[in-house]
């Protein structure tokens, strides 16, 4: 499959590269021909055996390797510290020497180690290392460093020499750690080292000295790799010197230098003094954490503990608040928040603004990096021995040594007393080192063919993510790009790619709870996983986990990177233990909103190439809590609070001590019940009615109104979230949604996306404008008194749905048909009515405003059955792009059905013309139909019959208006085109796959693209994945298309696991799996119970014919039941015996004489046909006897087709004689 495919490909493109030598790509030229030159080959796995050291005396020593050729050629200003020839496998760094990377690089290629000493300035100076590889391939790297550090960054430069690079690194002047910036008071010189001089000075006379050593060649291209303060170092150098390099790899830059610092002291401080009422500790910090998790982590919709959209979230703190009684346990740390403390924590979330002239100074870190908090900003010091962090009751050293050193130069400044935002406007106009890099005009590096990837970890507590979101912003908009109608990204985004790496903090790992993947083979990853590591381990020059190499790909070959796999490993920092997890990150603004599966095949849309939002998509299921209500006045925050009525008493004296009803049993429960209910009363029997009978010469015309939520996280016309199903009624509504007098309608952009998205599919025209109109109608549902929609001009127009035979149309609709739809529009929910004894009716007004789409169809539908083929391909449809959210049962597709009769023959009659119609409110399925009747009915779930709601209203009876409150929505046609560009796969394009590929029967397809919401064609697929990657593993064939395994694969995941949610829901198995129902299978494809690799083990051992069928549905029954320790099914075949052991072909011969003993009969068929008195041989009664062996066998130990083998030879002895 694909993923076996990729993984061949990207080793042949690895090859490639390693292979290619120096040859000079196309469009550069190179000169020399020295003894460097030869084909390079591919670098030594890091898992390979240590190779020994030869004595000195053996090792060769390339020509210019020594101390006379350099300081023949070294400048006045720069003198030569030593030259070292490393030999392959040797190490080479400074030791314990070097403050800040004390930790040397091993296992390097065979090189010629350089280090030299360059005066800066009369006060100044500074060092910087260089590798030169044997075996060149023609590129120079340069190297960042991190934080305050001064030290040559031996351990980044390793990396690079693996892809024969020859790689430079400068200690910036200076030899200390990253928080130590005693070195810079009163040393102005020293600080323009920091700043930016030492690394330009470095990479000029590195690349100097490179193409002399290797005989005068010219490098073919330079690149960059830095995070931190390596980051800002990479910007700052493009920005001023563009010519430098071709390609930067930039991290988690702290680019704001002047304003980034300052801010880090003010977070500090916003935590201090540490013995007051609103410190936070960093064992309440923890506590903070894993509530962020549990409002957050599901809106991107997936539980993994991973926030992977902390934007779509809107953490209410408020819910950490300790009650009033509150005791604290003694000798235990609270698990609540004062409300002073609760204030410290939304200050450090929010971004700071210039409290005289409200200038933004930096934004507020992102929900999510708590864990980084203690030794990020509030001056933890960590503890290797104890694994904790403790804090000194000071801002973090990266903020106030910044003001004490390079500010001030006064190691005594009392931040208490004279911090304020004027030492931002200070630092403004100082610049101390020109550091800043602060320019976002880049066209002089996009010119010449520079290309830049920039990354950030959503988990960073040190540097915040949403900084470097805002210099790509502010990138964009130089480039003349609008970030609100997404105009003209292309300009920034051909040259220059965003990532936000989900869980990853500061430059590398993830917190330990999170577990997020985060390697991409950027500044530092390789060197915290050990010395002599490089790249990402076991993913070597591959460009898709390796962001360096997929820098190199884009500049020299022009592959564009659009995704990137991030890798975690199950031991944290140990590559050894094996892979814990990937995710694809992608390039902004696309995203993975479903993300977790690697087989993913493309950013913007999910792992069956189906389209996702591109940067606006919100997702549904976040748990936060209503921003806005926490503004509310008491009055209507008591409203809220308790479920309205609809009784003519007034809502004030409404009781306010109503309590909630029960939660409402499963809808599939409801509709059983009540089937049942109807089939004992005999109400359900046929009716021999004149109603129900067929007029000839009229035929049935219907056209469908299909209203369906769209999948968004905000409401259509104010802030409030958009809850899920069961969510407590009342909790999620703003003043507009009440119509409370002086509210007004706020449109929100976002709901468009996955509107245009669902349009588009339908192959409908998107009109420039679109404009609201209100549809007036009193009902209790609506608390305005009117809808608001688009009636006159609707934001699509003019598309069709095309449904096959497979979809299940009616055969006099033949092959296909095609369905007309005369407009799609956007439109706000009405209030949830819950029914109650008596004729109290109950309203939640969480569903008040929340945003719809309404899909017209032309009245083309002639057939009960084509209906309802439309309605569920329009459901698969909308699922696919991810548009809305699907599901009869939860309210979000909703199926209004307009019933008309004409004679045959007018069907070029216009709509106008046609008949009275009815129409039938809420339809789930389509069985029965009556006397038309202008008026609107309801239908009955598990009943054939409709109930009246009121007279059908005409256009005319709603006065329509155009909402006076509401502008025309302007949408511009980059966005459409965007979104048509990333719609993926639709479902007919699927269903072929599923049935070209696959060799599935067309029943069989839409039942996996179905069911489970469709989650459960991605199950099959994952399935699939894993099954293919172990037959591969074992050596075993794959086949491309059409083959068994595919065929097996889908049989259990829609037969076999169909028995097994049969028998639980049947509650034949209900015993011994309380609690469990059905699979609860997730958008992915996964199901907690019955993990795909889990069957997919299954699945291996029944192809490889280890385990027989019926050992194979037990072992799935195990799973099931979780009796399968760590989902080892291997293991638990060992471990009971469960190996399949055939029966030797004398044991079986000896079983097939006993089985056809008696069995005279069927003997008589087989003689008939060998006598020729049967022209067909009798495989039916082959196959009874085959099963017979399986029966009466020992159990276990007789295979099919060994059984059916002998017993063919058997049957032939006895025919022959």
Same mark, same amino acid.
């Given at each position: 499959?694909?993923?076996?495919?990729?993984?061949?490909?990207?080793?042949?493109?690895?090859?490639?590269?390693?292979?290619?030598?120096?040859?000079?790509?196309?469009?550069?030229?190179?000169?020399g021909?020295?003894?460097w030159?030869?084909?390079?080959?591919?670098?030594?796995?890091?898992?390979?055996?240590?190779?020994?050291?030869?004595?000195?005396?053996?090792?060769?020593?390339?020509?210019?390797?020594?101390?006379?050729?350099?300081?023949?050629?070294?400048?006045?200003?720069?003198?030569?510290?030593?030259?070292?020839?490393?030999?392959e496998?040797?190490?080479?760094?400074?030791?314990?020497?070097?403050?800040?990377?004390?930790?040397?690089?091993?296992?390097?290629?065979?090189?010629c180690a350089?280090?030299?000493?360059?005066?800066?300035?009369?006060?100044s100076?500074?060092?910087?290392g260089?590798?030169?590889?044997?075996?060149?391939?023609?590129?120079?790297?340069?190297?960042?460093?991190?934080?305050?550090?001064?030290?040559?960054?031996?351990?980044?430069?390793a990396?690079?020499?693996?892809?024969?690079?020859?790689?430079?690194?400068?200690?910036?002047?200076?030899?200390?750690?990253?928080?130590?910036?005693?070195?810079a008071?009163?040393?102005?010189?020293?600080?323009?080292?920091?700043?930016?001089?030492?690394l330009?000075?470095?990479?000029?006379?590195?690349?100097?000295?490179?193409?002399?050593?290797?005989?005068?060649?010219?490098?073919?291209?330079?690149?960059?790799?830095?995070?931190?303060?390596?980051?800002?170092?990479g910007?700052?150098?493009?920005?001023?010197?563009?010519?430098?390099?071709?390609?930067?790899?930039?991290?988690?830059?702290?680019?704001?230098?002047?304003?980034?610092?300052?801010?880090?002291?003010?977070?500090?401080?916003?935590?201090?003094?540490?013995?007051?009422?609103?410190?936070?500790?960093?064992?309440?910090?923890?506590?903070?954490?894993?509530?962020?998790?549990?409002?957050?982590?599901?809106?991107d919709?997936?539980?993994?503990?991973?926030?992977?959209?902390?934007?779509?979230?809107?953490f209410?703190?408020?819910?950490l608040?300790?009650?009033s009684?509150?005791?604290?346990?003694?000798?235990?740390?609270?698990?609540?928040?004062?409300?002073?403390?609760?204030?410290?924590?939304?200050?450090?979330?929010?971004?700071?603004?210039?409290?005289?002239?409200?200038?933004?100074?930096?934004?507020?870190?992102?929900?999510?990096?708590?864990?980084?908090?203690?030794?990020?900003?509030?001056?933890?010091?960590?503890n290797?021995?104890?694994?904790?962090?403790?804090?000194?009751?000071?801002?973090?050293?990266?903020?106030?040594?910044?003001?004490?050193?390079?500010?001030?130069?006064?190691?005594?400044?009392?931040?208490?007393?004279?911090?304020?935002?004027?030492?931002?406007?200070?630092a403004?106009?100082?610049?101390?080192?020109?550091?800043?890099?602060?320019?976002?005009?880049?066209?002089?590096?996009?010119?010449?063919?520079?290309?830049?990837?920039?990354?950030?970890?959503?988990?960073?507590?040190?540097?915040?993510?949403?900084?470097?979101?805002?210099?790509?912003?502010?990138?964009?908009?130089?480039?003349?790009?609008?970030?609100?109608?997404?105009?003209?990204?292309?300009?920034?985004?051909?040259?220059?790619?965003?990532?936000?790496?989900?869980?990853?903090?500061?430059?590398?790992?993830?917190?330990?709870?999170?577990?997020?993947?985060?390697?991409?083979?950027?500044?530092?990853?390789?060197?915290?996983?050990?010395?002599?590591?490089?790249?990402?381990?076991?993913?070597?020059?591959?460009?898709?986990?390796?962001?360096?190499?997929?820098?190199r790909?884009?500049?020299?070959?022009?592959?564009?990177?659009?995704?990137?796999v991030?890798?975690?490993?199950?031991?944290?920092?140990?590559?050894s233990?094996?892979?814990?997890?990937?995710?694809?990150?992608?390039?902004w603004?696309?995203?993975?909103?479903?993300?977790?599966?690697?087989?993913?095949?493309?950013?913007?849309?999910?792992?069956?190439?189906?389209?996702?939002? %591109? !940067? =606006?998509? *919100?997702?549904?299921? /976040?748990?936060? #809590? &209503?921003g806005?209500?926490? @503004?509310?006045?008491? $009055?209507?925050?008591?409203?809220?609070?308790?479920?309205?009525?609809?009784?003519?008493?007034?809502?004030?004296?409404?009781?306010?001590?109503?309590?909630?009803?029960?939660?409402?049993?499963?809808?599939?429960?409801?509709?059983?019940?009540?089937?049942?209910?109807?089939?004992?009363?005999?109400?359900?029997?046929?009716?021999?009615?004149?109603?129900?009978?067929?007029?000839?010469?009229?035929?049935?015309?219907?056209?469908?109104?299909?209203?369906?939520?769209?999948?968004?996280?905000?409401?259509?016309?104010?802030?409030?979230?958009?809850?899920?199903?069961?969510?407590?009624?009342?909790?999620?509504?703003?003043?507009?949604?009440?119509?409370?007098?002086?509210?007004?309608?706020?449109?929100?952009? %976002? !709901? =468009?996306? *996955?509107?245009?998205? /669902?349009?588009? #599919? &339908?192959?409908?025209?998107? @009109?420039?404008?679109? $404009?609201?109109?209100?549809?007036?109608y009193?009902h209790?549902?609506?608390?305005?008194?009117?809808?608001?929609?688009?009636?006159?001009?609707?934001?699509?127009?003019?598309?069709?749905?095309?449904?096959?035979?497979?979809?299940?149309?009616?055969?006099?609709?033949?092959?296909?048909?095609?369905?007309?739809?005369?407009?799609?529009?956007?439109?706000q929910?009405?209030?949830?009515?819950?029914?109650?004894p008596?004729?109290?009716?109950?309203?939640?007004?969480?569903?008040?405003?929340?945003?719809?789409?309404?899909?017209?169809?032309?009245?083309?539908?002639?057939?009960?059955?084509?209906?309802?083929?439309?309605?569920?391909?329009v459901?698969?449809?909308?699922?696919?792009?991810?548009?809305?959210?699907?599901? =009869?049962?939860?309210?979000?597709?909703?199926?209004?059905?307009?019933?008309?009769?004409?004679?045959?023959?007018?069907?070029?009659?216009?709509?106008?013309?046609?008949?009275?119609?009815?129409?039938?409110?809420?339809l789930?399925?389509?069985?029965?139909r009556?006397?038309?009747?202008r008026?609107?009915?309801?239908?009955?779930?598990?009943?054939?019959?409709?109930?009246?709601?009121?007279?059908?209203?005409?256009?005319?009876?709603?006065?329509?208006?155009?909402?006076p409150?509401l502008?025309?929505?302007?949408?511009?046609?980059?966005?459409?085109?965007?979104?048509?560009e990333?719609?993926?796969?639709?479902?007919?394009?699927?269903?072929?796959?599923?049935?070209?590929?696959?060799?599935?029967?067309?029943?069989?397809?839409?039942?996996?693209?179905?069911?489970?919401?469709?989650?459960?064609?991605?199950?099959?697929?994952?399935? =699939?994945?894993?099954?293919?990657?172990?037959?591969?593993?074992?050596?075993?064939?794959?086949?491309?298309?059409?083959?068994?395994?595919?065929?097996?694969?889908?049989n259990?995941?829609?037969?076999?696991?169909g028995?097994?949610?049969?028998?639980?829901?049947?509650?034949?198995?209900?015993?011994?799996?309380?609690?469990?129902?059905?699979?609860?299978?997730?958008?992915?494809?996964?199901?907690?119970?019955?993990?795909?690799?889990?069957?997919?083990?299954?699945?291996?051992?029944?192809?490889?014919?280890?385990?027989?069928?019926?050992?194979?549905?037990?072992?799935?029954?195990?799973?099931?039941?979780?009796?399968?320790?760590?989902?080892?099914?291997?293991?638990?075949?060992?471990?009971?015996?469960?190996?399949?052991?055939?029966?030797?072909?004398?044991?079986?011969?000896?079983?097939?004489?006993?089985?056809?003993?008696?069995?005279?009969?069927?003997?008589?068929?087989?003689?008939?046909?060998?006598?020729?008195?049967?022209?067909?041989?009798?495989?039916?009664?082959?196959?009874?006897?085959?099963g017979?062996?399986?029966?009466?066998?020992?159990?276990?130990?007789?295979?099919?087709?060994?059984?059916?083998?002998?017993?063919?030879?058997?049957?032939?002895?006895?025919?022959?004689?």
């Amino acid at each position: 499959m694909t993923r076996i495919t990729a993984s061949i490909t990207g080793l042949v493109v690895a090859l490639a590269i390693v292979i290619q030598g120096v040859t000079v790509p196309s469009g550069r030229s190179g000169s020399g021909t020295g003894w460097w030159k030869r084909d390079i080959p591919p670098p030594a796995s890091s898992s390979a055996a240590p190779i020994s050291t030869p004595p000195l005396d053996q090792i060769p020593t390339p020509p210019n390797c020594n101390k006379v050729f350099f300081t023949n050629i070294l400048p006045p200003e720069a003198r030569l510290e030593n030259v070292t020839v490393v030999p392959e496998g040797g190490s080479h760094g400074e030791g314990k020497r070097n403050i800040p990377y004390p930790t040397d690089p091993t296992n390097l290629p065979a090189l010629c180690a350089v280090t030299v000493n360059v005066t800066s300035s009369p006060s100044s100076s500074y060092r910087f290392g260089l590798f030169l590889p044997t075996e060149w391939s023609g590129r120079f790297l340069a190297v960042g460093n991190g934080g305050f550090a001064g030290g040559i960054n031996w351990l980044d430069m390793a990396p690079g020499t693996h892809y024969g690079m020859a790689t430079v690194s400068s200690d910036l002047g200076h030899n200390s750690s990253a928080i130590d910036t005693s070195w810079a008071i009163n040393q102005p010189e020293k600080k323009l080292d920091w700043g930016w001089r030492a690394l330009h000075g470095s990479v000029v006379l590195g690349k100097k000295l490179t193409a002399a050593y290797y005989d005068g060649c010219d490098m073919f291209y330079s690149y960059y790799s830095g995070c931190s303060t390596g980051g800002r170092q990479g910007l700052r150098e493009i920005q001023e010197f563009p010519d430098s390099f071709d390609g930067v790899l930039v991290g988690a830059p702290a680019w704001w230098t002047s304003h980034l610092n300052n801010y880090i002291t003010q977070l500090g401080m916003y935590n201090l003094p540490n013995n007051t009422d609103s410190y936070v500790s960093n064992d309440l910090l923890k506590v903070v954490a894993q509530e962020v998790v549990r409002q957050c982590d599901l809106a991107d919709g997936v539980e993994d503990g991973i926030i992977q959209r902390p934007d779509l979230c809107e953490f209410n703190s408020s819910l950490l608040l300790c009650p009033s009684n509150y005791t604290a346990p003694e000798n235990a740390t609270a698990t609540c928040l004062t409300q002073p403390q609760i204030e410290t924590i939304e200050k450090i979330y929010s971004s700071h603004h210039h409290a005289s002239t409200e200038e933004l100074i930096y934004p507020g870190l992102t929900i999510g990096s708590e864990a980084q908090w203690p030794v990020g900003i509030f001056g933890g010091i960590p503890n290797k021995t104890t694994n904790t962090t403790s804090n000194n009751g000071m801002p973090s050293p990266y903020g106030l040594g910044y003001q004490r050193n390079f500010l001030f130069d006064n190691a005594t400044w009392n931040y208490t007393a004279l911090y304020s935002d004027s030492v931002v406007d200070l630092a403004d106009r100082l610049d101390p080192g020109r550091a800043t890099a602060d320019k976002y005009d880049i066209s002089a590096f996009k010119a010449r063919g520079g290309k830049m990837i920039l990354y950030h970890g959503l988990a960073d507590g040190l540097v915040p993510t949403k900084g470097t979101e805002l210099y790509y912003n502010r990138t964009i908009r130089a480039f003349g790009g609008d970030l609100t109608t997404l105009h003209n990204l292309r300009n920034t985004t051909e040259f220059f790619k965003f990532f936000q790496i989900p869980g990853m903090q500061h430059c590398w790992a993830s917190p330990p709870q999170v577990d997020a993947p985060w390697n991409i083979g950027g500044a530092f990853q390789a060197g915290v996983m050990g010395s002599g590591l490089y790249s990402v381990p076991g993913y070597e020059g591959r460009e898709e986990y390796d962001a360096l190499v997929a820098l190199r790909k884009w500049v020299e070959e022009g592959k564009e990177v659009k995704q990137l796999v991030a890798t975690s490993w199950r031991e944290g920092l140990n590559a050894s233990s094996g892979v814990r997890r990937q995710r694809k990150v992608c390039a902004w603004p696309g995203r993975y909103l479903l993300a977790g599966h690697i087989a993913s095949p493309g950013c913007l849309r999910n792992a069956r190439a189906r389209a996702r939002a %591109a !940067t =606006l998509l *919100p997702g549904n299921n /976040a748990r936060a #809590a &209503l921003g806005p209500s926490r @503004q509310l006045q008491p $009055r209507l925050q008591q409203q809220q609070a308790r479920y309205l009525t609809t009784e003519t008493t007034p809502l004030a004296a409404a009781s306010t001590t109503t309590t909630p009803p029960p939660p409402a049993a499963p809808f599939r429960k409801q509709l059983k019940e009540q089937a049942k209910a109807l089939k004992k009363s005999g109400a359900n029997k046929k009716k021999k009615s004149s109603d129900n009978q067929t007029v000839p010469g009229w035929e049935l015309t219907v056209g469908i109104e299909i209203h369906a939520q769209l999948n968004t996280s905000h409401k259509l016309f104010s802030p409030a979230a958009v809850t899920s199903f069961n969510d407590s009624p009342n909790t999620h509504v703003a003043p507009f949604d009440l119509a409370l007098p002086g509210s007004q309608p706020l449109f929100q952009p %976002a !709901t =468009l996306v *996955p509107a245009i998205r /669902a349009a588009l #599919a &339908l192959n409908c025209a998107i @009109q420039p404008v679109s $404009r609201f109109d209100r549809k007036h109608y009193f009902h209790w549902d609506q608390p305005a008194g009117y809808q608001i929609t688009q009636f006159y001009e609707p934001f699509a127009r003019d598309g069709y749905i095309t449904l096959y035979a497979r979809d299940g149309i009616a055969a006099e609709d033949g092959e296909q048909i095609q369905i007309g739809v005369k407009q799609v529009q956007m439109e706000q929910d009405t209030a949830k009515t819950i029914a109650q004894p008596g004729e109290v009716q109950w309203l939640d007004f969480n569903r008040v405003g929340v945003p719809l789409i309404e899909i017209i169809t032309l009245p083309e539908i002639h057939h009960p059955a084509t209906a309802a083929a439309l309605v569920r391909k329009v459901q698969m449809v909308l699922g696919s792009v991810d548009a809305c959210v699907s599901g =009869l049962e939860e309210g979000g597709l909703r199926a209004d059905v307009n019933v008309s009769v004409r004679k045959v023959g007018e069907g070029g009659k216009p709509i106008g013309e046609l008949g009275q119609r009815t129409e039938i409110k809420n339809l789930s399925s389509f069985k029965a139909r009556g006397k038309s009747a202008r008026r609107t009915r309801g239908w009955s779930l598990g009943s054939t019959e409709t109930r009246r709601l009121r007279g059908k209203e005409g256009e005319v009876d709603y006065r329509y208006m155009p909402d006076p409150d509401l502008g025309p929505v302007v949408i511009g046609q980059d966005l459409v085109q965007r979104l048509k560009e990333t719609m993926g796969i639709l479902p007919d394009e699927e269903a072929d796959g599923l049935m070209g590929r696959y060799g599935l029967s067309a029943k069989d397809a839409l039942a996996l693209m179905l069911l489970d919401g469709g989650a459960r064609v991605q199950y099959f697929y994952n399935v =699939l994945d894993s099954l293919e990657e172990r037959l591969a593993g074992e050596g075993q064939a794959v086949p491309e298309k059409g083959a068994e395994h595919a065929t097996l694969a889908a049989n259990w995941c829609l037969h076999e696991l169909g028995k097994l949610t049969d028998s639980v829901s049947s509650g034949s198995e209900s015993s011994s799996l309380e609690g469990l129902e059905g699979l609860q299978m997730t958008p992915q494809g996964e199901s907690p119970l019955v993990p795909s690799s889990s069957l997919a083990s299954i699945l291996f051992h029944l192809h490889s014919r280890t385990i027989t069928a019926k050992v194979a549905k037990d072992l799935l029954w195990a799973v099931y039941r979780g009796e399968v320790p760590d989902q080892d099914v291997t293991g638990y075949i060992d471990t009971n015996n469960l190996w399949f052991k055939e029966l030797s072909e004398q044991e079986y011969t000896k079983l097939a004489d006993e089985v056809l003993q008696g069995e005279g009969k069927v003997l008589g068929e087989f003689k008939k046909w060998k006598e020729g008195k049967m022209k067909a041989y009798p495989q039916g009664k082959l196959m009874y006897l085959v099963g017979k062996m399986m029966r009466e066998g020992p159990e276990g130990r007789v295979e099919a087709s060994g059984a059916e083998k002998v017993l063919r030879g058997v049957l032939e002895r006895f025919l022959e004689g």
